[in-house]
């Protein structure tokens, strides 16, 4: 099976642009505050036309925050000294009782990659554990391949998220220094791979602040095209999250302003209409208040980025890492600059609403939340 990682490379290499992408790139170049706003209208016109008044809501549910990798922007990367957990299937499932009782049927379970922990057995048995009472379920771990994707769907999940971070090689691999996301072309193919495995929705997306956001952008917009023309059975989304404060404490060195993010998100819009578009609770409440009509269709709310953090579920099993090794929490030193007793989450997040006051705002804003809007049943 292709992928676009032959695409990519004449990007790069032969400045490739389709007459979408030549439209992207003008609509993301550098503009007065007036043409932003007038592309917004645009934008946010697309919006209603294309998906009424309607914004589908979902939630996170951490699994592990244990990893191999050396990410050197992410709280997880394997050498920082965080505490760390794997919930069990039984404390998965309370995490999901607690979410649904607050109305979610729509459910992301991330982890980190160690395939110690999070194998492809775990990940099947958290999902046909809630499978009854959640009806769309997606997953963002490690990359696998097609037939293990065709494992999960199997068991339940009908959704694959999987962000490249940045599509600019020579950062990638400045920033990923260990474990299997080195590999740069498995990570950009993983995608095709989660399509022949049969995922009806895939997520994909960069996170800004890594490289020049315009950069990653237009490549973010090509992978979609090569995607919609080549993985057509599938629905798309896309998530432009930009950077958060995070154990490691890296410090971004390509910024991007809220203009910017508006204009990105809006270009995306007008140029691809019937894509879903994600907002995170990592953007605070003023700005994704303002950014909910503009183009956004689906929305994370009362998020939590650490393993248990919406029961307190995993505490019993707390430990330390340093450098990879497992460090039990009795032979903490005394020192310690680690105070708290949860498990430490991949970043903080910026709007910290609960699930029912964003409900009340979407209906401020004359938007209608929707917590539900898949069942296998459609199929049968």
Not at 8 to 27: A, C, V
Not at 113 to 120: C, I, T
Not at 255 to 261: G, P, R, V
């Amino acid at each position: 099976m292709t992928s676009f990682v032959e695409k990519l490379r004449e990007i790069d290499e032969n400045g490739w642009r389709s007459p979408l992408l030549r439209r992207f790139e003008n609509l993301i170049a550098p503009a007065a505050p007036a043409q932003i706003e007038s592309l917004a209208q645009e934008s946010a016109a697309l919006t209603r036309q294309y998906f009424g008044r309607t914004m589908r809501l979902f939630a996170p549910i951490y699994l592990s925050n244990e990893c191999v990798n050396n990410c050197e922007y992410c709280g997880f990367s394997r050498d920082n000294p965080i505490f760390r957990v794997t919930l069990t299937v039984e404390q998965v499932a309370k995490e999901v009782r607690h979410l649904a009782a607050e109305g979610f049927r729509n459910i992301l379970l991330v982890a980190g990659e160690h395939p110690k922990f999070v194998s492809s057995g775990y990940l099947e048995r958290c999902i046909r554990a809630i499978r009854d009472e959640i009806p769309t379920i997606a997953i963002e771990v490690g990359p696998m391949e097609a037939p293990e994707y065709r494992d999960m769907v199997d068991a339940g999940a009908e959704g694959l998220v999987v962000y490249q971070e940045t599509y600019h090689r020579e950062i990638y691999a400045k920033l990923h220094t260990a474990g299997p996301k080195k590999n740069f072309d498995w990570r950009l193919a993983c995608p095709d791979r989660g399509y022949e495995g049969g995922f009806r929705r895939i997520g994909i997306g960069a996170l800004l602040g890594l490289a020049d956001w315009r950069y990653d952008a237009l490549r973010l917009a090509a992978h979609l095209e090569y995607l919609e023309k080549t993985c057509w059975k599938s629905s798309f989304t896309i998530s432009l999250p930009r950077m958060r404060p995070a154990a490691g404490e890296f410090e971004p060195e390509f910024m991007i302003s809220d203009a910017e993010f508006v204009q990105a998100i809006c270009a995306f819009r007008v140029c691809f209409p019937q894509l879903g578009i994600v907002l995170s609770t990592r953007e605070p409440q003023a700005l994704r208040d303002a950014m909910f009509p503009l183009g956004i269709t689906t929305i994370s709310a009362g998020s939590h980025t650490e393993p248990g953090g919406y029961t307190g579920e995993g505490r019993d099993d707390l430990h330390l890492t340093v450098k990879g090794r497992r460090v039990e929490l009795e032979e903490e030193k005394p020192d310690s600059e680690c105070e708290k007793r949860d498990a430490t989450g991949q970043f903080d997040i910026a709007d910290e609403r609960t699930p029912q006051e964003i409900a009340a705002k979407l209906g401020e804003l004359n938007l209608e939340p929707v917590w539900k809007d898949w069942d296998a049943s459609i199929l049968k």
